[in-house]
């Protein structure tokens, strides 16, 4: 077994390193959303460059992928604007929709003309996908979409959602659902801005008015909607943000607790946590590489997402626990030099959601025993 990457590989994370230190700067960047950026990136091949060659990508590999978006994330640079639709809709699109999709959808979101949000959770379903209630209604050539989605991130700024209905109200729950991809734009659907406690927004609440919505934006058949959604969602679980994007605090961290281990102000306690860390981080980054790896084999690596998912996620909520344990009343700080502490509390309190987005902890350890581990359902 060899835990090294190719020279192909290496090359090609020092380019990316390279650009992104010219374009971002030596500081991290802002994140968020900006088209320009993505122009930038498409410009260079580096928007779906593991799709196949004939949808626009370069045809290279998962680990390609994963290296690719550790350093975007890393670099905190731009990548909102195409991150849902490279990560999720496309790679859906290839294997499941009709070849009028392919061509429609495909060169737009490499060339980072359209955006796309996430239309899965409601407030009576959560984490429960199937239970989606959002009622899509067969008139001739369209559907029309009465309901309402919530956490819809980034819905304000995106071009389209990639949205979960149900065409079969009648049907087993996990058998009535059709995914549709619904133009934010299109009357009948209003979007309301939902500010989280850290004072941000990028969550929303969406609402669907008699939405009508050509039967061709379909994606795979009626009412087999769930399969399609399953495996969408494990593109969503096996990605590496869900550990990494929180790595520039832990490094921030680290520098002062060496700076209070100099003091002599650093406990025994705190040292012995900061260090479980690190090894846990380095473990994390393993499983993450490890599902893009089976990925790059044709494996579907599916408890292995989850498992990935539940350990990323768990090691950011311990890593804040000990930042605020680490800055104790300091934490509290404002005014100069107080970076870190704002740093600090806003990642603590934006932490706490990780364990329920994308699924909670609880739906990703019934898979894992599940389809992983063999073991008979409750």
């Known amino acids: 077994m060899r835990f090294e990457f190719t020279p192909a590989q290496q090359k090609f994370r020092t380019e990316l390193k390279t650009f992104l230190a010219e374009e971002v700067g030596v500081e991290r960047g802002s994140g968020g959303a900006d088209q320009a950026f993505s122009k930038k990136l498409s410009a260079r091949g580096w928007i779906g460059l593991a799709w196949p060659k004939e949808y626009g990508g370069q045809g290279l590999g998962a680990l390609e992928q994963m290296i690719y978006t550790e350093e975007m994330i890393l670099a905190n640079a731009p990548r909102a604007h195409h991150f849902v639709a490279e990560r999720q809709v496309g790679p859906s699109l290839i294997r499941h929709g009709t070849e009028a999709q392919k061509r429609e959808w495909l060169p737009r979101i490499v060339n980072a003309d359209v955006s796309f949000a996430l239309g899965l959770s409601e407030p009576g379903a959560g984490s429960d996908l199937a239970a989606a209630a959002t009622r899509a209604v067969r008139d001739g050539d369209e559907y029309v979409v009465t309901g309402q989605k919530i956490w819809t991130s980034n819905a304000h700024i995106s071009d389209a959602v990639w949205l979960v209905v149900r065409t079969d109200p009648d049907a087993p729950k996990h058998r009535g659902i059709s995914c549709l991809m619904v133009d934010l734009d299109s009357p009948g659907i209003s979007i309301r801005p939902l500010v989280d406690m850290t004072g941000g927004h990028h969550f929303n609440e969406v609402f669907f008015d008699e939405v009508r919505v050509p039967v061709d934006r379909r994606v795979g058949d009626e009412n087999h909607g769930w399969y399609i959604l399953a495996e969408h969602l494990d593109f969503e679980r096996s990605g590496i943000e869900r550990l990494i994007d929180l790595e520039y605090i832990f490094h921030d961290v680290l520098a002062a607790a060496r700076e209070r281990a100099v003091k002599g102000s650093l406990g025994r306690a705190v040292r ?107």
């Open 272 to 378: 012995a946590e900061l260090a479980e860390l690190a090894i846990e981080l380095e473990v994390g980054r393993l499983m993450c590489y490890r599902v893009a790896w089976m990925q790059s084999a044709g494996l579907v690596p599916n408890a292995e997402a989850s498992s990935a998912k539940i350990f990323g996620t768990e090691w950011s909520q311990r890593m804040m626990a000990t930042a605020m344990k680490l800055l104790g009343m300091d934490a509290g700080a404002s005014g100069e030099g107080a970076r870190l502490a704002a740093t600090v509390r806003g990642g603590y309190l934006g932490a706490v959601s990780r364990t329920i987005a994308g699924g909670t902890s609880e739906v990703q350890r019934s898979i894992v025993a599940t389809r992983g581990l063999g073991l008979p359902r409750s």
